[in-house]
DNA sequence: CCGGTTCAGTACCGATCGGTACTGAAAAGA
DNA sequence: TCTTTTCAGTACCGATCGGTACTGAACCGG
């Protein structure tokens, strides 16, 4: 039972990991992989290059550790819309989330998911590949609730689940790219309700 | 009548500036506008730091004749569809458009007008701001046109003009951001005829 | 052929990139 | 108090960034 997981010999932690990584993230967000400097990050983060490269790792990792913090954080309305009763709703809560994430006063507009890395030069690869994973994640999510949703019989028998989900997720990232452009929350809202009308869309 | 233009004394240029910009617009296409370097673009345009800046004048001008020459090439469905007779015609013109050039296989796939500059350093801000700006005009364009629409008849009288570009408009984009992450066209046509149907969406 | 002009190329500029070796202090256990 | 361990910070690494001065050669009109 040696259950002491805590008190690790030496010289304790002098800031707030979680903190710390979510004023790493609002960089990201922000500037995208490439475009946030070690500059940039450390001073928002408030710690020194070595602190940051003990804590995390490098650049890639410290993404990757946003990355999922924004998964979990910001973006957890994917994952949330997926309980949603009906295929409408789901459509409705994954939309009306994408609006919202990328229109939030106290963070950057537009999403990580996309902004983060769309085009890079080769250095930007595997951030650039990794972000391509993580929004086909969440389509194959979407489908997989839709195809749900036809053996439910709440969609058509004819409706095709990798479509509509495919068709939801162009919204969401052209969403995406409109708040990066300084989009407001209410515009992109009547986006979002324009895409549901006539739902399903055969 | 001093009208000789031609003649210019010294030594002629020794390649063809609009073969190297095209070149240099396959770059900022793939890469985007910081994640293409110098020495990617002069590489590809097949000359030296120095012709460039003699013919271009810096990475910034560069990219800004590049833009026009994606404005009057791959990217001119853009003003091709507002000429379409009826306002679904100009909607399923302009989205078929975006998806053909988005997918093309002799070009990078994605549109240089979202991922030239989604999110950038300081450095950026510039052609960021100027992406931004392009965008906002085809969908002012396409608002000019459906509001015609609304004046022809050939939309409902309630119908918002406005509302229906920035919706057109944001599917576009998010077609770009698929293509960008490896979507298919037969795929991404399914998506522009999804957001068709029901035209026009109340 | 010759003088003038503009070309292309090498070599280099300071600044910044991501990443690291080294120093010295701070804190835990003994 | 002493030893050990890990912290934070400075200073620096080679590579690359965008941009430029300088060198010669190539081509023009005369």
């Known amino acids: 039972m040696t259950g002491a997981k805590k008190a690790p010999v030496g010289r304790p932690r002098g800031f707030d990991a979680d903190e710390a990584l979510e004023r790493a993230l609002l960089v990201f967000w922000e500037k995208g992989y490439e475009g946030a400097g070690l500059a940039d990050l450390t001073a928002a983060m408030g710690i020194t290059r070595t602190s940051m490269y003990a804590a995390f790792g490098n650049k ?94 709440d969609l058509p028998a004819g409706a095709d689940p990798r479509r509509l989900a495919r068709y939801i997720m162009t919204v969401a990232n052209g969403i995406a790219v409109q708040a990066a452009g300084g989009a407001s929350r209410g515009e992109l809202q009547e986006v979002a309700d324009t895409a549901l009308r006539n739902w399903p869309p055969v």
């Open 60 to 153: 890639e990792q410290l993404f990757r550790r946003a990355l999922d913090r924004y998964t979990e954080g910001p973006a957890s309305y994917g994952e949330l819309a997926l309980t949603e009763p009906t295929a409408l709703a789901v459509a409705s809560a994954f939309l009306n989330g994408s609006v919202r994430t990328t229109t939030r006063p106290d963070a950057p507009a537009g999403c990580l998911g996309v902004q983060g890395s769309l085009a890079s030069g080769e250095a930007g690869r595997p951030i650039h590949d990794a972000l391509v994973e993580w929004r086909t994640a969440a389509e194959v999510r979407l489908a997989e609730r839709f195809r749900r949703a036809v053996d439910e019989g």
